[in-house]
């Protein structure tokens, strides 16, 4: 079955303060490893795709990382925008359709920046 | 261009109450999947429509099930409601089948079984 668990559950950070919020993930057959944003009382909004280790994205203060066991989503100097759950999930091969379109989410980092 | 669209935003709903929730992909996008998320969670996949059959279904009951329309919009329909089923009900697009094709979600349809 395939699992992803991300860590810290939450995280508070000074505004200018960068850090990482990481992403493991247990799957047979990654086709993608997802990043999102979501803002309380909406729907996920997309950040990254990655497909195979060594991958890098970089997208404003943001930046994904991916090996073959975790990714990271790094923060460099983050603002109080940057404040959401960023959301963690992998795509993989189904064994019994031969194809896979669903998603197994993470349960999130709560990111929440102070001026 | 029009991005996901989730009808209703808010729902609330007795115990034994029967509910239909509506979806209209992202242009261009004949993929539908849908999802549900509890408080504090991440999204649980629940089933994914393409060429207006169900493709892949997880571990949702029964009481779960959906559609898909020639226009390639969506419904879920979800019977004998349980306290359980309050949520937000998310709903993703993405072109066709393909593995790595990024799914996009709407803004979600929060339920409440009171």
């Known amino acids: 079955e395939d699992q992803v668990t991300q860590s810290p559950e939450a995280l508070r950070l000074q505004e200018g303060e960068s850090s990482s919020l990481n992403c493991s993930y247990t799957?047979?057959?990654?086709?993608?490893l997802f990043w999102y944003r979501q803002d309380p009382g909406k729907g996920p909004e997309f950040l990254f795709t990655?497909?195979?280790a060594g991958e890098e994205k970089e997208k404003e203060r943001l930046k994904a990382t991916l090996t073959k066991k975790e990714s990271f989503l790094h923060i460099t100097a983050p603002k109080p925008e940057d404040s959401a759950t960023y959301l963690c999930?992998?795509?993989?091969?189904?064994?019994?359709?031969?194809?896979?379109?669903?998603?197994?989410f993470g349960s999130g980092t709560q990111l929440t920046v102070l001026p | 261009d029009a991005g996901v669209t989730q009808s209703p935003t808010h729902l609330i709903k007795t115990r034994g109450q029967q509910v239909t929730l509506r979806c209209s992909p992202k242009?261009?996008?004949?993929?539908v999947s849908w999802y549900q998320q509890a408080l504090g969670q991440g999204p649980q996949f629940i089933f994914q429509?393409?060429?207006?059959?169900?493709?892949q279904r997880g571990n949702f009951p029964d009481r779960f099930s959906g559609h898909q329309f020639p226009n390639y919009s969506s419904e879920l329909n979800v019977n004998a409601l349980l306290l359980g089923d309050s949520a937000l009900y998310l709903c993703?697009?993405?072109?066709?089948?393909?593995?790595?094709?990024?799914?996009?979600f709407g803004p979600g349809t929060r339920l409440t079984v009171l």
């Open positions: 799957v047979s057959g990654l086709r993608g």
């Open positions: 242009s261009g996008h004949d993929t």
């Open positions: 993703a697009s993405s072109p066709g089948l393909a593995t790595t094709d990024t799914q996009y």
């Open positions: 990655l497909y195979s």
């Open positions: 999930a992998v795509c993989a091969l189904s064994k019994s359709s031969g194809s896979a379109r669903q998603l197994t």
């Open positions: 429509y393409y060429e207006e059959e169900e493709r």
